[in-house]
């Protein structure tokens, strides 16, 4: 079995885990450490491209376990994220960090946020 193969299968099995745990990660601080984690991985080049935006703004929209909360308030959250980062990518890296570190206080929320 390959890296790639394996990288897979383990993406999978998180998802399903996250899956199962949905009815936990319901609190504001794991939305918010998750919109600012979705906008981390789409500037993680230093960059934000628009195919990138739209990749992750889709898959926000598409994932089980956010559906506990209301699509729009997601795509704002994380918008105004990417605004951060593309005026000021250090500032807006902190911010992104503030709102991740406030998971930490749920163990199952920081786990499922990383």
Known sequence: MTLWDRLKDSVQTMQAQLTAKKHELQSAAFRDASMAMCALVAAADGTIDPSERQ???QLIATNDVLQNFPPDDLH???EDHLDELTTD???GTASAMREIGKAK???AEARAVV
């Open 55 to 57: 990749c992750v703004a």
């Open 105 to 107: 206080r749920r163990p």
């Open 89 to 91: 990518f250090a500032l």
């Open 76 to 78: 704002r959250r994380f």
